[in-house]
């Protein structure tokens, strides 16, 4: 795996403390091919949150500390991202985003590769290359679905269904 390190601080696994981070790629991991941060480690996302929101406060952001970006920097795709990498405001710095969901990495993956936080809860996920792609959520009422060539059902707390669908083309 090869990921781009220039200008970069990323989150040292073990600790619960975000550092800087600035770019995201894709990754081999237990749970596949996955976004990563810059040191490789998985990248995850939380259901709970909505497009531009973070909604890890307090305690979660003990086990879930946020991608944050370098003071002044923009976030950077590395390979095999496609989709939109931006920036939102918390407390402890610029969250990086993907396609507007912000992106978290997990306290108990100890090393490059793991992926100890996939499905944790029902509410964290990684988020898979084949999705990487163009990564769309859509609410039940958001019909009709598109064309797609795969469809995963994952539930939020709400009870509300969260697809994610990956579009053909």
């Avoid at 939380?46 to 991608?67: H, I, M, Q």
């Avoid at 912000?102 to 944790?120: M, Q, T, W």
């Avoid at 988020?127 to 995963?152: E, F």
């Amino acid at each position: 795996l090869a990921v781009a390190m220039i200008g970069v601080l990323a989150w040292t696994p073990g600790t619960a403390q975000a550092q800087a981070a600035t770019s995201v790629a894709t990754g081999t991991t237990a749970a596949g091919e996955v976004l990563v941060g810059p040191t490789g480690m998985t990248l995850y996302l939380f259901t709970r949150d909505a497009p531009g929101v973070s909604n890890c406060t307090g305690n979660c952001l003990k086990a879930w500390p946020p991608l944050l970006a370098d003071a002044g920097a923009t976030p950077s795709a590395g390979t095999g991202i496609t989709g939109t990498l931006a920036l939102i405001d918390r407390p402890e710095g610029r969250q990086i985003t993907y396609n507007g969901w912000p992106l978290y990495y997990y306290a108990k993956d100890a090393a490059v590769g793991d992926a100890k936080g996939e499905n944790v809860g029902g509410v964290w996920y990684t988020l898979p290359r084949d999705v990487a792609k163009q990564v769309t959520y859509l609410t039940a009422q958001d019909q009709p679905l598109p064309t797609v060539r795969q469809v995963t059902v994952r539930t939020a707390a709400s009870k509300v269904p969260f697809y994610v669908v990956v579009h053909e083309g």
